[in-house]
């Protein structure tokens, strides 16, 4: 079973515009973490946000906010004000803890393309 | 204060042959995790390494496997390649810690082909 789900391969925002990425998930760990990536064509992926599952706030990170709702399992991406420098491959992604340590599961991704 | 760094970013191999693709973590940390992305795909997980060991496993083959150093820099290897095994492969360094930490940096990638 996917245990992450985008379901928008790809989404176009007018520059200067706020965009909305989603992401569902599935677990049944109490204690977990979602994490937002974003994949330039050079390929490295660069971390923008983290909500863990007890954050009672929505996280923030500069123009990136995260939307989480944990009874919908839902962790959306909001980019306010976009630039044509987000245009990019974005991955939601889930860190799962056990007693070995810790591995992230990745979704599909979304590719942005922010248009002048 | 350096980030993740892999070598080779690019590598071309036949069908059959063997690869080693290294990676060095972000100072302080000392747990390495490799990840294959094909293409137009996420990151799939391939293991984990902490203290020299093998602590987490994806469903990957036996032909995958790796090796931590003592100062924490790892390798991953990759025998009796396959066409399917052309892809990103991806390095990643965090802290081992439960709460501690959530970060995780990812390194450049090494862009591997298999003809």
């Known amino acids: 079973a996917q245990k992450i789900t985008q379901t928008q391969p790809g989404m176009f925002v007018q520059e200067k515009e706020a965009v909305t990425l989603d992401c569902t998930y599935d677990t049944s760990d109490q204690s977990y973490g979602l994490f937002w990536y974003k994949q330039p064509s050079s390929g490295e992926m660069i971390f923008l946000i983290y909500?863990?599952?007890?954050?009672?706030q929505n996280a923030t990170e500069g123009r990136y906010s995260l939307n989480f709702q944990k009874a919908r399992k839902s962790a959306n991406l909001v980019i306010s004000a976009s630039q044509l420098g987000d245009s990019a491959m974005y991955f939601c992604a889930m860190r799962e803890v056990d007693n070995y340590g810790q591995n992230f599961v990745f979704g599909p991704g979304t590719r942005l393309s922010v248009l002048p | 204060d350096a980030g993740v760094t892999q070598s080779p970013t690019h590598l071309i191999k036949t069908r059959g042959q063997q690869v080693t693709l290294r990676c060095s973590p972000k100072?302080?940390?000392?747990?390495v995790s490799w990840y294959q992305q094909a293409l137009g795909q996420g990151p799939q997980f391939i293991f984990q390494y902490y203290e020299e060991e093998e602590r987490q496993r994806g469903n990957f083959p036996d032909r995958f496997s790796g090796h931590q150093f003592p100062n924490y820099s790892s390798e991953l290897n990759v025998n009796a390649l396959l066409l399917g095994d052309s892809a990103l492969y991806l390095c990643a360094s965090s802290f081992f810690g439960k709460e501690e930490t959530y970060e995780q940096y990812f390194g450049p990638g090494t862009r591997l082909t298999v003809t």
């Open positions: 100072s302080g940390h000392d747990t």
């Open positions: 909500q863990g599952s007890y954050d009672e």
